[in-house]
């Protein structure tokens, strides 16, 4: 939906400076999704680090979802307070610094990490998770400031397909200079928290120096802890007239709680279930990060030309059948082989589901941000925006803690479907979600509080 020519005036579209400036923060923080979270990291920490102790990896997979579940819920706790204070404060730049750099400094110390200090693996995970998801929620909280509301879908998607160009580029180069994440080859690998921790330090310097702080501070009188308390207070009894954004933020707990699970197990799931080899998981890597970055971009533009919502909800589609074709994956592996006599690997099919699985992560993460920020007066974005990461963070805990207890009880491949019931139930809840009405409860309260 378009606003008219009159409404869309007032936020006018930055320049393409300071839209790549923002876009940069994406580009650097996927070095760290990528190595840290998904691709490397979480493999040597479950594999390496705690290792197998007769249970077929289920302790070390339960101690990894636990130290994210710890890392999102301390989100969830403190994410709208610190929203509310960077609103009040116009402080957005500077909490999206501290995160920043505690971040680079925890995921640098994970060199330390030895096999055997799993304590010491867990808690700086923990830090580190922490201080990046909240630099998630404080950087997505700019994007309302970037240009009128039917051109957000194409910004937010820029930024996430530049993410992806960048996690290409970070673990590209990480997964050909440090090699497999094993016992054997640790001395190397071990190094990929500096790395991850330098490129995020050097490739984020443009958001700092590009983007512009926007808003006015204001008056003192209270502490930080009392205008988070009034703010966040304040919002709670009004998200009654932004109902379409609760519902939505209802759908995206369930919808990101399926996300996190894939993000934080899909190569635990290819080395513990697929069995892949180390090439068939570096061209995984490539296949998901190009598919993610043309997802992300190109439902950009569709959805705005068929609106957020119906995107959001045909990305979820594409969710529910790429689980269902990683569940399957070995079986109809074998079913084929038998059928027409080929004598194909789990783990060549498995890079086939793989195109689809980053279609569907790059395009429903770019829709689902896009939406709150259509959704949100812009004199509450970040505000708005750290429930969009309370949200998001929920669902990290549900999720990853669900699969890690799933997963202990039955098995690895089996529980993954639980990702595919989180997706239906969120589309279930979307289809209460109105676009235009959502827009309309937006610039009604602008209308009633000024700007």
Not at 298 to 309: A, E
């Amino acid at each position: 939906m378009s606003l008219t020519p009159a409404a869309a005036a007032t936020t006018p579209r930055a320049s393409r400076k300071e839209i790549l400036g923002w876009a940069m923060f994406d580009f650097a923080g996927q070095a760290y999704t990528l190595l840290i979270i998904t691709v490397v990291f979480g493999e040597l920490f479950t594999t390496v680090i705690v290792g197998d102790r007769g249970d077929g990896y289920r302790l070390a997979n339960f101690l990894w979802s636990l130290a994210l579940a710890v890392s999102y819920l301390l989100v969830v706790l403190t994410g709208p307070l610190c929203g509310a204070v960077m609103d009040y404060q116009a402080a957005k730049k500077r909490f999206l610094f501290i995160s920043y750099l505690a971040t680079v400094v925890a995921t640098a110390m994970l060199y330390f990490v030895a096999p055997g200090y799993v304590v010491l693996g867990v808690v700086l995970i923990v830090i580190a998770n922490y201080a990046y998801s909240m630099s998630e929620s404080f950087i997505a909280a700019f994007l309302p400031d970037l240009g009128p509301p039917e051109d957000l879908g194409k910004i937010s998607g820029f930024g996430w397909a530049l993410g992806y160009v960048g996690g290409l580029f970070a673990a590209g180069f990480s997964l050909v200079v440090l090699g497999e994440a094993t016992a054997e080859n640790f001395e190397r690998v071990r190094w990929v928290g500096p790395f991850a921790a330098g490129f995020f330090l050097v490739a984020a310097v443009p958001t700092f120096l590009w983007v512009r702080e926007r808003g006015t501070p204001q008056p003192p009188g209270m502490s930080y802890y009392q205008i988070a308390l009034a703010r966040v207070s304040t919002t709670l009894h009004e998200l009654r007239r932004f109902r379409d954004l609760g519902i939505f933020l209802v759908s995206l707990v369930f919808s990101m709680a399926g996300v996190y699970i894939v993000i934080a197990f899909a190569f635990i799931y290819g080395a513990q279930v697929i069995g892949w080899d180390e090439s068939i998981r570096n061209i995984m890597f490539i296949i998901v990060q190009i598919t993610a970055a043309a997802g992300a971009i190109g439902f950009g533009f569709i959805q705005d030309r068929i609106g957020t919502r119906v995107t959001y909800l045909f990305t979820l589609v594409l969710w529910v059948g790429a689980i269902l074709a990683i569940w399957a994956t070995p079986e109809v592996t074998a079913y084929l082989n038998a059928r027409l006599g080929l004598d194909w690997e789990a783990q060549h099919l498995f890079l086939v589901v793989g195109c689809l699985a980053g279609l569907s992560l790059g395009s429903s993460q770019s829709a689902s941000r896009a939406l709150v920020g259509l959704f949100s007066p812009q004199r509450k974005a970040a505000e708005f925006f750290g429930f969009w990461g309370l949200a998001n963070k929920l669902a990290g805990v549900i999720g990853i803690i669900g699969l890690g207890l799933l997963q202990s009880l039955v098995g690895l491949q089996a529980s993954i479907l639980l990702c595919a019931a989180l997706f239906i139930i969120a589309i279930l809840i979307c289809l209460a979600v109105s676009q235009a009405r959502g827009q309309q409860a937006a610039r009604d309260w602008e209308a009633r509080n000024g700007r």
